[in-house]
């Protein structure tokens, strides 16, 4: 099932689409409906995450959407207000992201300094939760959203670029090394894709930090996610995740090949 923050997203999309087909501003329906007119603004851009069947029944009416288009949307409120697992966790991990990681058919990704949250084994998750100055309550949460969040790999197209010095930062820990390792190897497949940017390669285009490129689908408009200290971005304007792609091209064109990785990851297996 599509994750109940991408239906978010497309509810607003449509509510603004048929808003604008019936010839309405903001201003008109909040004056028609006695609602301020950010009420409505929020409703139509997602900032307002639970909005009821009766506020969107009542849009409709005034839009004059009747019959199964009424019902279809109708359900799309019902379903986008349903309480995902991530919810559980939003003290240790963006569900702003993790709501659009699980509707998405493609994920791009370049973890930076760490290697990427769905390639990362349990003990690796945890060094890093513990680095983040979590509890060991905390930090065991940590491990299981991730572990859940894994399960996504089943369904998307995954391609990730992992740092080099992603994995020199453990590689004084050799049983951390080899897990990690050999994890990344194993969630390799026809659909996901890891390639290793050595450490060789100098200065890049990601030296500005962490970011993900998502792809859903239904015609639906990419996103991009950039990470931050105090908690990342989704980056929904066209030309800053055209940015991100660009950006994303070129770590491709400088990081090994995939065939070229894995064969480095297997060494790195058998000497630690």
Not at 7 to 16: C, F, G, I, P, T
Not at 198 to 226: K, M, N, Q, R
Request: net charge negative; hydrophobic share 40%.
């Amino acid at each position: 099932m599509t994750s109940p923050t991408v239906r978010r997203r497309r509810l607003s999309a449509e509510l603004r689409r048929r808003r604008v087909q019936a010839g309405l501003t903001l201003s008109d329906v909040a004056d028609e409906l006695e609602w301020s007119p950010a009420k409505l603004g929020h409703i139509e851009t997602g900032i307002r995450k639970w909005p009821s069947v009766m506020e969107i029944s009542a849009l409709l009416r005034l839009y004059g959407v009747t019959g199964g288009q009424r019902e279809a949307i109708l359900t799309l409120v019902r379903e986008s207000r349903m309480r995902p697992w991530w919810t559980e966790y939003e003290d240790v991990l963006s569900s702003a992201y993790v709501g659009n990681e699980a509707g998405a058919v493609s994920l791009r990704v370049y973890g930076g300094i760490l290697v990427p949250d769905l390639l990362q084994a349990p003990d690796y998750t945890a060094l890093v939760g513990r680095a983040l100055g979590h509890g060991e309550d905390a930090v065991e949460r940590m491990v299981a959203a991730h572990l859940k969040r894994q399960e996504v790999l089943e369904q998307v197209r995954y391609h990730a670029i992992v740092e080099e010095d992603a994995l020199q930062r453990i590689s004084g820990d050799r049983g951390l090394l080899r897990a990690q390792t050999t994890r990344i190897i194993e969630a390799a497949s026809e659909t996901v894709t890891v390639q290793l940017l050595p450490t060789s390669a100098g200065p890049h285009p990601g030296v500005a930090g962490p970011f993900s490129v998502l792809e859903f689908d239904e015609d639906e408009a990419d996103l991009a996610y950039v990470e931050a200290t105090q908690g990342g971005t989704i980056v929904e304007v066209e030309e800053s995740v055209t940015a991100c792609k660009r950006v994303w091209a070129e770590l491709t064109r400088i990081a090994l090949s995939p065939k070229a990785t894995l064969g480095i990851l297997r060494r790195m297996a058998l000497l630690t």
